[in-house]
């Protein structure tokens, strides 16, 4: 079974920064995909950033040049590195890992951005 485990949300300042980590747990599995959703109220989940086993990382167009996706595979954790917040970034932020037992989601962990 696998388990992920988001933090580092939180209230931020708009042009601010935030890290979310997202720990991987369990055992007999191989992490194939990283990748970070978002949900804003009202409005459907969508796709933020994935990070292949291989290295390759790609961004939705709205956070291209702002939010870095990283990984370390010693601590089996998967970051997001969000930096010039806005206010339409707010939303409750997913990870989710797809491995050789199928995709896992975090529970997510939910991000403000407001002054």
């Known amino acids: 079974q696998v388990q992920l485990v988001e933090s580092g949300g939180g209230l931020v300042q708009p042009g601010g920064s935030l890290r979310l980590s997202c720990v991987v747990s369990?055992?007999?599995?191989?992490?194939?995909?990283m990748y970070w959703y978002r949900q804003a109220p009202g409005k459907q989940r969508e796709w933020v950033a994935l990070?292949?086993?291989?290295?390759?990382?790609d961004y939705a167009e709205f956070v291209k040049g702002r939010f870095t996706i990283s990984s370390d595979n010693a601590k089996n954790t998967v970051y997001l590195q969000m930096n010039s917040l806005k206010p339409e970034d707010t939303a409750l932020y997913f990870c989710?890992?797809?491995?050789?037992?199928?995709?896992?989601w975090g529970q997510g962990t939910q991000i403000t951005v407001s002054s």
């Open positions: 369990g055992s007999g599995f191989i992490i194939h995909g």
């Open positions: 990070k292949t086993s291989g290295g390759t990382t």
């Open positions: 989710s890992v797809a491995t050789t037992m199928g995709v896992s």
